[in-house]
């Protein structure tokens, strides 16, 4: 693990992703925390509850919203003494780029982020992982169920079924629908709340990963989703890790990831603001 730098930036909030608790970024909290962060990592609003719970008593998922959530998280960054670095996986990590565009944030890290409005790729496999919830409008305003072969086809894809199976039975959730259906649908919903200004320059340094085995949000989305900033002047980056699926957070090896992570988004916050501007170019 690399050193922590010296400076303001202590604090490093993460965002957990659909489908998945806080839980999802237990090993990150221990990791980041043995660094000498500062780390919180809240519930979605009324999913402070464990695994277990929430799938005896799925109520508090159905109540979810994206304003609700983002409200929630910017509610609790404006709270704190300095600018933290912001880590968001999946759905996360479109919060995490939205709380960026209002302003937020020392350094911003998308982990294999769901796409903010603009992006128009939808690979196959997206839409495979999706399906228990698109498959019905009326999952809209439920939590609908994930089961083992669910997370098997979008988290597992990468292990064996009884190591899937055992990650199933730790992390997983049910589905937030309106979500989901929010997320599937920001390029036709003109007040979308996935809208950003891709343009803007006065946010903070953005990073957006990808893994090339993530069923649930691929590669090329990320990339696409990345290409949208170049809009921008900001710093803006873009990395792809090979072999990664959308359990990246807790699949084999995710401490590379973690320290990657941190890493960036510290070297980025410590940068004067001036540096950050047109520093970079995502890649495509």
């Known amino acids: 693990m690399g050193a922590t730098p010296q400076g303001r930036t202590d604090t490093v909030v993460l965002i957990h992703g659909l489908w998945m608790t806080p839980r999802s970024w237990e090993g990150w909290v221990e990791r980041y925390t043995a660094r000498g962060m ?3 990592a809240p519930a979605w609003p009324g999913m402070d509850r464990s695994v277990e719970q929430l799938r005896d008593d799925p109520g508090p998922i159905a109540e979810q919203s994206m304003a609700t959530i983002v409200a929630h998280y910017d509610k609790i960054i404006r709270a704190l003494p300095r600018p933290p670095i912001i880590m968001g996986h999946s759905f996360g990590g479109l ?4 709380l960026a565009d209002r ?7 998308g982990v294999h982020p769901a796409a903010v409005k603009g992006v128009l790729k939808v690979p196959l496999s997206q839409l495979r992982s999706g399906f228990p919830i698109l498959r019905s409008p009326a999952n809209r305003g439920k939590a609908v169920p994930f089961t083992p072969d669910d997370f098997a086809y979008t ?3 990468t292990m064996s079924r009884e190591d899937s199976d055992r990650a199933w039975q730790r992390y ?20 979308s709340p996935a809208r950003v ?3 803007r320059t006065d946010r903070a340094p953005l990073l957006l990963m990808a893994g090339d085995s993530d069923h649930v949000v691929p590669a090329s989305v990320v990339r696409a989703n990345a290409g949208l900033y170049q809009k921008s002047r ?6 792809e890790f090979p072999g990664r699926t959308h359990f990246t957070v807790g699949q084999d090896g995710w401490e590379r990831i973690a320290d990657y992570a941190l890493d960036w988004a510290l070297r980025a916050a410590a940068l004067p603001r001036e540096v950050t501007i047109a520093s970079e170019t995502p890649r495509r």
């Open 155 to 157: 988290f597992g894809n």
């Open 38 to 40: 500062h780390v919180i």
């Open 95 to 98: 919060f995490a780029q939205v």
């Open 234 to 239: 900001a710093l803006t980056a873009y990395e």
């Open 197 to 199: 200004d891709v343009g």
């Open 103 to 109: 302003g937020l944030g020392a350094a911003v890290v």
């Open 172 to 191: 997983a959730v049910p589905g937030a629908g309106r979500v989901f259906f929010e997320g599937a649908f920001a390029n036709v919903d003109p007040r």
